[in-house]
């Protein structure tokens, strides 16, 4: 399949997520040498889950079926460019590429506007809209002291 196929096939998930009324109009999938190993739909209003975006689900799905928590040498195709959480988990699975194929531009228009995440990031913690204050019991830091010293870690 060529990189056209396999955003059309991502465009295809978030279509049919909108036809079947099952979340929004976002799709994505995992690709691994060309063969797709991972897909996502934006299912957050039918698991009421707000994590569960089709970039995250197909990770998941992606990271399930190589029984790893790297997406080393994959690609990710998202029917649209992906919001900040989003982003983030991109990241962390490091896949060697992302294509999107909406803009978040375009996706404000519709009403997923995320600009206001990009803003409040860049905002001191004691500005932003949801409270975020550190609280630090005795030890707080035992499990990072814990980490460090570990034999038995995986890093990552």
């Known amino acids: 399949m060529t990189d056209f196929l396999f955003m059309e096939k991502a465009v295809q998930i978030a279509l049919e997520n909108v036809l079947t009324n099952h979340g929004g109009p976002f799709g994505a999938i995992v690709v691994k040498d060309g063969r797709i190993i991972g897909t996502g739909r934006n299912e957050v209003t039918a698991s009421n889950d707000p994590t569960a975006h089709a970039e995250v689900q197909a990770i998941r799905a992606a990271c399930v079926y190589l029984n790893d928590f790297q997406l080393s040498d ?83």
Do not use: H
């Open 74 to 156: 994959c690609e990710i195709y998202t029917s649209c460019e992906p919001c900040p959480m989003c982003f983030g988990a991109i990241y962390w699975a490091r896949p060697k590429a992302v294509y999107y194929a909406c803009t978040k531009e375009e996706a404000a228009k519709i009403g997923f506007d995320d600009q206001f995440i990009y803003e409040q990031l860049s905002l001191p913690m004691e500005s932003r809209d949801i409270v975020m204050r550190q609280l630090t019991p005795k030890q707080a830091d035992l499990p990072f002291r814990t980490w460090e010293n570990s034999q038995i870690k995986i890093d990552y």
